[in-house]
């Protein structure tokens, strides 16, 4: 669920595993369902991929000695349909422009695919390692509690703060893959001392923004206040959502979950 949370969408791969609303929000290219950011092709002729071609791509692919050697293990059916799969997510990553996030297994095959495939190659930059990044941040992002809710999910979802956060974290953890787990812990104390000095800066731009507000209505200097209230309240903004929010991210997801389960129990009563 870490990643419903973190991205504002998520694309799979067209799969025969039930999804929400499937009937209403089915159509006849994709499956998209705009309160989860969940997005998927109808079937694979939806992204431009013939079956009976695929079977054939398949049996070259199961002759590189890298890509049998990582499927040594696999049953023969899997193997195909991990191929396959693979394949599906190699072409949304070039339709949609996003980055594959998968298994190292998985990663090691498309990667593969991309070096001795040209159609291939320009898909190699969007094969990345999110897992590894999010396990040694796990502590600082990963929620204290399971979203076992469709309903909890939801809310999330749709909380701005929540994808504002969530941009945050998406950009720390993407621009730092192959850092240790004392990297992230540093500049979680760093952020928060980062935090701590926007509060400040937010109270006083709040204060001043105000009064500035009020001399607004008054005629000749309104305007001269009026643009440095808005000014202010530009500074706020941005201080706001500035990189050191990414450590946000969890207690704020903690503090939605509260107040859902609050609301919950007051609907029984």
């Known amino acids: 669920m870490t990643l419903f949370t973190l991205y504002d969408e998520v694309i799979f791969s067209p799969v ?32 431009g991929l013939d079956r009976n071609e695929q079977e054939l791509y398949i049996d070259w692919a199961l002759e590189d000695r890298v890509i049998s050697r990582v499927l040594s293990k696999v ?5 195909r349909q991990i191929l396959f799969q693979v394949v599906c997510d190699i072409e949304l990553s070039l339709i949609y422009g996003v980055e594959v996030i998968s298994s190292t297994g998985r990663r090691m095959i498309m990667r593969r695919l991309c070096e001795i495939d040209f159609q291939y190659q ?3 930059k969007n094969i990345v390692n999110f897992s590894d990044p999010v396990s040694r941040s796990a502590e600082l992002i990963v929620p204290d509690f399971d979203i076992s809710s ?21 950009s720390i953890l993407e621009g730092n893959e192959g850092m240790p787990k004392e990297y992230f812990y540093r500049l979680a104390l760093d952020s928060d001392l980062k935090n701590s000095r926007n509060e400040t800066i ?5 204060t001043v923004g105000r009064i500035c507000s009020f001399l ?7 305007p001269v206040f009026s643009a440095a209230s808005l000014g202010l309240s530009e500074s706020e903004r941005l201080t706001n959502i500035s990189n050191s929010s990414w450590i946000e991210f969890k207690p704020h997801l903690s503090k939605i979950k509260t107040k859902f389960e609050l609301e919950q129990e007051l609907k029984k009563g």
């Open 16 to 47: 025969d595993n039930p999804l929400p609303d499937f009937q209403t929000y089915w159509g006849d290219e994709e499956y998209y369902h705009p309160d989860f950011g969940l997005r998927m092709p109808s079937r694979p002729s939806s992204i």
């Open 75 to 79: 049953p023969p059916p899997a193997k």
């Open 122 to 124: 320009n898909a190699g």
């Open 150 to 170: 469709i309903d909890l999910l939801h809310r999330i979802k749709q909380d701005s703060t929540t994808r504002t956060y969530a941009r945050k974290v998406t």
């Open 202 to 206: 937010n109270r006083y731009a709040s």
């Open 216 to 222: 607004g209505f008054i005629p000749i200097v309104g």
